[in-house]
């Protein structure tokens, strides 16, 4: 995946370019993921209730845990991709929490964790072409709330 644009349609083909590497994974595909608002401190995705479905009717939470985990891998490869790095990123842990049942479709944002800077990621990777940066996730509930949240630490390694 290679991010080039610049301007007012940059996140509006990295947008593309994520939502195309996203569905090259088959899971993903099944989920429906779709790429919904994307900043240069957010990212949301969504993804339709019906394929994401448990015995109980509600969302599956390995599709809510799945949902964050890509909304923060979405996240740490764009802001690599607008300061024109090329870099493999991988979720190196998480920890999760399920708050509560969400019979809705769902939504998950991802910004960078509370005492994380974007510059400091960027400049180590830039330095050393390795890096990590801690994501925060969560679901929100339709009415309020949190469905779930996740934290997450992410590592971006430059490709060669």
Not at 18 to 46: C, K, N
Not at 123 to 134: D, E, K, L
Request: net charge negative.
């Amino acid at each position: 995946m290679r991010f080039s644009a610049t301007g007012t349609d940059a996140m509006t083909e990295l947008a593309a370019l994520l939502e195309r590497h996203l569905d090259a994974i088959p899971m993903v595909r099944a989920m429906q993921v779709r790429v919904g608002d994307i900043g240069a401190a957010t990212v949301r995705l969504h993804a339709p209730l019906g394929p994401n479905l448990n015995d109980k009717g509600c969302a599956f939470g390995g599709s809510l845990v799945a949902l964050m985990t890509l909304a923060g891998w979405s996240l740490v490869e764009a802001r690599l991709q607008s300061a024109g790095h090329a870099a493999d990123v991988f979720v190196a842990d998480s920890q999760v929490d399920y708050l509560a049942p969400l019979w809705d479709d769902l939504a998950a944002d991802a910004t960078a964790a509370d005492g994380e800077d974007w510059d400091e990621f960027l400049g180590v990777f830039a330095a050393r072409g390795r890096a990590r940066i801690a994501i925060a996730a969560s679901v929100p509930l339709p009415a309020g709330g949190m469905a779930a949240r996740m934290r997450a630490r992410y590592v971006a390694i430059a490709r060669r």
